[in-house]
Nanobody, 123 residues
Framework: VQLQASGGGLVQVGGSLRLSCASS????????MAWFRQAPGKEREFVAS????????SYADSVKDRFTISRDNGRSGISLQMNTLKPEDTAVYYC?????????????????WGQGTQVTVSS
């Protein structure tokens, strides 16, 4: 499975961006998927995840009520709507496909990863 993330860019504090992740194969529609991010000098951290049918969603406390994850493209891809962006949201954002139906926050249970898209929030 190949994942293509897009939608990153430079935005001012308080602005919005929408990230998209397209999967090369429909089997991703049966897997949990997630977004992670990694800022310079920091470890990769969980941002949001969504179950295979879109009914189960989880968010990191730092993005709750500001970010919304959703499935699209017939459930094989995902999006991340990011609102009220803060400088601490600056990072490379990665989408990932879970092993089976897993849609938790542990990166060890995600098998396929996209190449990442840079989000920079300027103050």
């Amino acid at each position: 499975v190949q994942l293509q993330a897009s939608g990153g860019g430079l935005v001012q504090v308080g602005g919005s961006l929408r990230l998209s992740c397209a999967s090369s194969r429909r089997p991703s529609s049966n897997n949990g998927m997630a977004w992670f991010r990694q800022a310079p000098g920091k470890e990769r951290e969980f941002v949001a995840s969504i179950g295979w049918n879109g009914d189960s969603r989880s968010y990191a406390d730092s993005v709750k009520d500001r970010f919304t994850i959703s499935r699209d493209n017939g459930r094989s891809g995902i999006s991340l709507q990011m609102n009220t962006l803060k400088p601490e949201d600056t990072a490379v954002y990665y989408c990932a496909v879970g092993i089976g139906a897993y849609s938790g926050s542990d990166p060890r249970y995600y098998r396929y990863w996209g190449q990442g898209t840079q989000v920079t929030v300027s103050s």
